[in-house]
């Protein structure tokens, strides 16, 4: 197994990688559900913890092999087998998720090291290689994740009053391998493809929280709710999810940095927070269609609901605020400063709900997005209009991200 050209033209996921990100986002759709059902019963604090630990794991299994694939995809058949194993624990891992939301690790620690010994095998073909440039990173990284298998089967005898603190200690340790293995992108990979891999699971994962929100309406219309607050949080539901596919896909720089070592961990790691604050979109709307269907069965109160869609928005805006001003190119105060901005609105939208009503507050949120596209539609046209009158130049500064991606 040797590390791809990074150079090469058209480079493009594979089916096979579709159908593994298709795998994991089946373990996301079990966390957000989750993660619903936890706040709808009032188990608000373990409900965001077990959420946040699930998804740390399922995101970090998927994060190390799509890094992974980005240089060595050779999609021969050992390396295919190895995916296949992946996919498998991916699936248990989302089985076990019920499990995990209640500090019982022994379904999610099994599936997880089973997706890591995979990892660790199509590194041993890299070893095997011999490729004097990847020698020593191939070496650490089996070493050091087989050590952190270790050390999660050993996780499963900790006391359940430490299992989260424990947790936390032993998962920073495993973020921190690829850091003290050696790894840096500049080595190898392929810019393009790292992206669209992130592109892609975030349209994944976005996806999912329309389904969420269609399911939930669905089963309200047949309990026979009102249509018009469902109307107004469907419309407000979805403005939120196509502005925040615009928001990420069109107002970037759209390249994953190759400058340093720290910009290429800050913008790989802290796609966690985008990953799960889209999730958690879903299951707010999910949870908001159930307090509107009956109140009286859900514990939160209408602030509380209205809270899940405006924290993760504002999460959402937070994250891409500081991967914009801290790991791409192209740095504008102002970009930074309305998403900041948004973030609070979106806070002020959810405390207010008692007063707007939740499918209002989630509207009012919607709405706050869709001004933020409208602010940066029309700067793309502007810039496009100030361009010099060149094909070529137009083309650079055309408002259409693919336009700007290829």
Not at 94 to 119: H, K, N, T
Not at 201 to 212: D, H, K, N, Q, R
Not at 331 to 340: A, D, G, Q, Y
Request: charge should be neutral; charged fraction near 15%.
């Amino acid at each position: 197994m040797v590390a791809r050209e990074h150079s090469e033209t058209h480079r493009q996921a594979s089916w096979l990688e579709l159908l593994f990100d298709l795998s994991f986002v089946v373990a996301v759709a079990q966390a957000a559900l989750e993660l619903e059902h936890a706040l709808a019963e009032g188990h608000t604090g373990a409900g965001i913890v077990g959420y946040l630990v699930v998804f740390a794991a399922i995101w970090w299994a998927w994060m190390a092999f799509t890094w992974f694939a980005n240089v060595f995809d050779t999609d021969d058949v050992p390396y295919r087998l190895l995916m296949i194993v992946m996919i498998a624990g991916s699936l248990g891992l989302a089985a076990g998720v019920p499990q995990i939301a209640e500090l019982d690790f022994r379904v999610g620690v099994v599936s997880y090291v089973v997706m890591r010994l995979a990892y660790v095998g199509q590194w041993a073909r890299v070893l095997r290689a011999g490729d004097p440039m990847w020698h020593s990173i191939a070496s650490r990284m089996i070493v050091l994740t087989t050590l952190n298998q270790v050390g999660w089967v050993l996780f499963l005898w900790v006391p359940l009053e430490w299992r989260l603190p424990v947790f936390v200690a032993w998962f920073a340790v495993d973020l921190a391998t690829p850091y003290v293995s050696g790894w840096d992108a500049r080595m190898g990979g392929h810019r393009h493809h790292i992206v669209e891999r992130y592109g892609l699971f975030t349209i994944i994962v976005l996806g999912e929280s329309i389904a969420a929100a269609t399911i939930a309406v669905a089963e309200a219309l047949r309990a026979g709710v009102a249509a018009l607050p469902l109307l107004e949080l469907a419309g407000g539901g979805l403005i939120i999810v196509c502005s925040s596919w615009w928001i990420y896909f069109d107002f970037s720089t759209g390249e994953a940095p190759a400058r340093d070592r720290r910009s290429q961990f800050l913008w790989g790691y802290v796609h966690y927070f985008v990953f799960a604050a889209i999730a958690a979109i879903g299951a707010g709307l999910a949870l908001c269609v159930a307090w509107i269907t009956d109140a009286a069965r859900v514990a939160l109160p209408a602030t509380g609901v209205a809270l899940v869609i405006g924290v993760a928005v504002a999460v959402f805006l937070l994250t891409i605020a500081l991967i914009e001003s801290t790991a791409e190119d192209g740095f504008e105060l102002r970009k930074v400063l309305i998403k900041l901005g948004g973030s609070l609105f979106a806070i002020g939208a959810a405390v207010a709900a008692p007063l707007a009503t939740v499918p209002g507050s989630v509207l009012l949120n919607g709405l706050m997005l869709a001004a933020i596209v409208a602010y940066g539609v029309h700067e793309q046209h502007r810039l496009y209009r100030g361009a010099p009158d060149t094909p070529g130049a137009r083309r650079s500064r055309a408002p259409n991200a693919t336009l700007r991606r290829q």
